[in-house]
């Protein structure tokens, strides 16, 4: 079993759409929880940050964190054609070593 | 101006050829990484160097080596070459303060072994 799971997708959804990419994992000395999103042919760049349980937000975007659960979630709003690309979350227990998720492939449909 | 580059963007090669890869940043950055990037999106840390000095080194083929001229250059040079190397290997830097640091990603470099 990997230590962070995230479903590969594809996700496809309307233009306007709210969205919701979810990671669970399985190593609860992990404290520091991230998404980052990854463009076709690109690298990825950080989008969210988080280091405790609860939500944090960003414009468009809420990072949720479930430490009793194990889970955490990103929340898009008002969908975009330009939010189409891989978000990948990711986790450390510091030291600067990221565990990542498999990534979900995102589609906005106009 | 790129923040962290890599060359080459493409490399095709031979199976048992020794090829390089480098990267530099210019964000004066201390911590350097390497990741592999698998077909299916996979993303997984190789190696990791704070001002030269190898910090992380993942459970990869004694093949890979990775070098660190200076601290804005991590090189991965790569031995023996086989098809399972085929992926994209991707640097990063973050500044220095391990559990906080963005860790900024370059462009990839997609290796292709046949």
């Known amino acids: 079993q990997k230590e962070v799971e995230q479903d590969p997708g594809p996700l496809s959804v309307p233009e306007g759409a709210i969205v919701s990419l979810n990671c669970t994992y399985s190593?609860?000395?992990?404290?520091?929880f991230m998404w980052y999103r990854q463009y076709s042919r690109k690298g990825p760049e950080l989008l969210m940050y988080?280091?405790?349980?609860g939500n944090k937000e960003d414009g468009r975007f809420t990072a949720q964190v479930d430490k009793s659960s194990k889970y955490i979630s990103l929340f898009i709003r008002d969908s975009q054609p330009s939010d189409s690309a891989t978000y990948l979350c990711?986790?450390?227990?510091?030291?600067?070593?990221?565990?990542f998720g498999q990534g979900t492939e995102l589609s906005v449909k106009p | 101006d790129t923040a962290v580059s890599q060359t080459p963007k493409y490399l095709v090669t031979q199976m048992g050829n020794d090829k390089s890869i480098k990267c530099e940043q210019n964000?004066?950055?201390?911590?350097m990484y390497w990741y592999k990037q698998d077909s299916k999106k996979f993303l997984k840390i190789m190696f990791s160097?704070?001002?030269?000095?190898?910090?992380i080194n993942e459970t990869v083929p004694n093949r890979f080596s990775p070098k660190s001229p200076d601290k804005a250059h991590l090189n991965l040079h790569i031995n023996s070459l086989e098809l399972g190397d085929s992926a994209v290997y991707f640097c990063?830097?973050?500044?220095?303060?391990?559990?906080?640091?963005?860790?900024?990603f370059g462009p990839g470099t997609r290796l292709t072994v046949l």
């Open positions: 990063a830097s973050s500044l220095g303060d391990y559990n906080t640091d963005t860790q900024y």
């Open positions: 190593n609860s000395a992990f404290q520091y």
């Open positions: 988080t280091y405790s349980s």
């Open positions: 990711a986790m450390s227990v510091g030291g600067g070593k990221l565990i």
């Open positions: 964000l004066g950055h201390d911590t």
């Open positions: 160097y704070n001002n030269k000095e190898l910090i």
